[in-house]
């Protein structure tokens, strides 16, 4: 156990990139916040109240947001409740992934620029975000994006957003990380001393951003729990965008060139990270705590008859998407493993 441990875990959800496949996460935090709601009795309790650093990729990343939020009224509050970060995805997916008739002859179907414009997706950050810092986030967190300049991976911390430097609007946090190459163009933001950063999704290296949370928790200090906290002193809830296993035969893959490796390598680039980085963090736990006591939980929905793309949001595909992940939480096995983590996260806060 870490120095200065008090015997609390340090609880960190984890949110893959995905698209307009956030729907599926958004909907089982959801259910897990209302879960933490009726247990407590606090119908004012929200998901950010119980975790110590939350960490998301790409749609991930957006969803990290907009739970940390903080309320302008009272920052200790959340500004959101978890359903309506779902709302988002629902009311305004189809904006966001709306191509117009030149944007599509401009781009050559996104072949020769993004294919679609970043303008919906930023109007939707800035009213849901508007002029607030990454500082001003209510708890740590670790949003994954990629720097073009200087060729290396990028991380949004709130705990180290203190520093201007490191400060951030959160509008342009949830930009530069769900920036997905081909879809929209990359972002340049800028730090609180102007000083201007182009990125691009944090999927492009991290689509599960598990490892990426769990290694910069080892290097932190946490208040009332364990100090460089190690993975018996961890709980970690990483949640998928739905289990994509779509196949790409010997015959055809076998001669394609650079345009119809395209969308396959990032399909490949984007689940293949999921699954290395859950092997590699259920393997760390399981030897320390061994496979029954586990404190590692991997929720990674199916999609039903959701379309696995990455950007159709169709109203038919939202639909889909919200009774893939409402089908998830109402299987018993998986309502039963929500409310062990809502015991946990009780019993620990």
Same mark, same amino acid.
């Given at each position: 156990? $870490?120095?200065? +441990?008090?015997?609390?875990?340090?609880?960190?959800?984890?949110?893959?990139?995905?698209?307009?496949?956030?729907?599926?996460?958004?909907?089982?935090?959801?259910?897990?916040?209302? #879960?933490?709601?009726?247990?407590? %009795? !606090?119908?004012?309790?929200?998901?950010?109240?119980?975790?110590?650093?939350?960490?998301?990729?790409?749609?991930? %990343?957006?969803?990290?947001?907009?739970?940390?939020?903080?309320?302008?009224?009272?920052?200790?509050?959340?500004?959101?409740?978890?359903?309506?970060?779902?709302?988002?995805?629902?009311?305004?997916?189809?904006?966001?992934?709306?191509? +117009?008739?030149?944007?599509?002859?401009?781009? %050559?179907? %996104?072949?020769?620029?993004? /294919?679609? +414009?970043?303008?919906?997706?930023?109007?939707?950050?800035?009213?849901?975000?508007?002029?607030?810092?990454? +500082?001003?986030?209510?708890? &740590?967190?670790?949003?994954?994006?990629?720097?073009?300049?200087?060729? *290396?991976?990028?991380?949004?911390?709130?705990?180290?957003?203190? *520093?201007?430097?490191?400060?951030?609007?959160?509008?342009?946090?949830?930009?530069?990380?769900?920036?997905?190459?081909?879809?929209?163009?990359? =972002?340049?933001?800028?730090?609180?001393?102007?000083?201007?950063?182009?990125?691009?999704?944090?999927?492009?290296?991290?689509? !599960?951003?598990?490892?990426?949370?769990?290694?910069? $928790?080892?290097?932190?200090?946490?208040?009332?729990?364990?100090?460089?906290?190690? $993975?018996?002193?961890?709980?970690?809830?990483?949640?998928?965008?739905?289990?994509?296993?779509?196949?790409?035969?010997? #015959?055809?893959?076998?001669?394609? @060139?650079?345009?119809?490796?395209?969308?396959?390598?990032?399909?490949?680039?984007?689940? @293949?990270?999921?699954?290395?980085?859950?092997?590699?963090?259920?393997?760390?736990? *399981?030897?320390?705590?061994?496979?029954?006591?586990?404190?590692?939980?991997?929720?990674?929905?199916?999609? @039903?008859? =959701? *379309?696995?793309?990455?950007?159709?949001?169709? /109203?038919?595909?939202?639909? &889909?998407?919200? &009774?893939?992940? /409402?089908?998830?939480?109402?299987?018993?096995?998986?309502?039963?493993?929500?409310?062990?983590?809502?015991?946990?996260?009780?019993?620990?806060?």
């Amino acid at each position: 156990m $870490a120095e200065g +441990s008090t015997g609390k875990k340090v609880c960190i959800l984890s949110i893959d990139g995905g698209g307009i496949r956030g729907v599926l996460p958004g909907v089982i935090v959801a259910r897990l916040e209302e #879960k933490l709601q009726i247990a407590t %009795g !606090n119908p004012e309790a929200r998901i950010a109240d119980y975790f110590d650093l939350i960490a998301g990729t790409s749609t991930g %990343g957006i969803l990290s947001c907009f739970y940390l939020m903080p309320d302008p009224e009272n920052p200790e509050r959340s500004k959101f409740n978890a359903q309506q970060a779902v709302n988002l995805y629902l009311e305004r997916g189809g904006d966001i992934f709306d191509v +117009s008739f030149m944007q599509k002859l401009r781009s %050559g179907a %996104g072949l020769l620029d993004e /294919k679609y +414009s970043a303008n919906a997706i930023e109007e939707a950050l800035r009213e849901n975000f508007g002029d607030t810092w990454l +500082s001003e986030l209510r708890k &740590a967190c670790l949003v994954t994006s990629y720097d073009l300049q200087n060729r *290396n991976a990028f991380f949004f911390r709130q705990q180290r957003a203190h *520093n201007e430097i490191n400060d951030f609007k959160v509008t342009d946090v949830a930009r530069a990380t769900s920036a997905a190459p081909t879809y929209f163009e990359a =972002a340049l933001v800028e730090n609180r001393i102007g000083s201007p950063y182009p990125l691009v999704d944090g999927g492009v290296f991290a689509n !599960n951003p598990t490892m990426c949370a769990y290694s910069e $928790a080892r290097s932190m200090d946490f208040e009332g729990k364990a100090d460089k906290p190690s $993975a018996q002193d961890m709980m970690i809830i990483s949640i998928g965008t739905g289990s994509v296993r779509k196949p790409y035969p010997y #015959k055809k893959a076998k001669d394609w @060139g650079l345009v119809q490796w395209i969308q396959p390598i990032i399909d490949v680039m984007m689940s @293949g990270n999921s699954e290395t980085v859950h092997y590699q963090i259920k393997q760390i736990f *399981n030897t320390v705590d061994g496979e029954e006591n586990s404190t590692y939980y991997r929720l990674e929905p199916q999609l @039903g008859t =959701a *379309n696995s793309e990455m950007d159709d949001a169709s /109203k038919e595909n939202l639909r &889909a998407l919200e &009774a893939a992940g /409402k089908a998830f939480i109402s299987l018993t096995e998986n309502d039963r493993q929500l409310d062990e983590i809502v015991r946990k996260l009780i019993s620990n806060n």
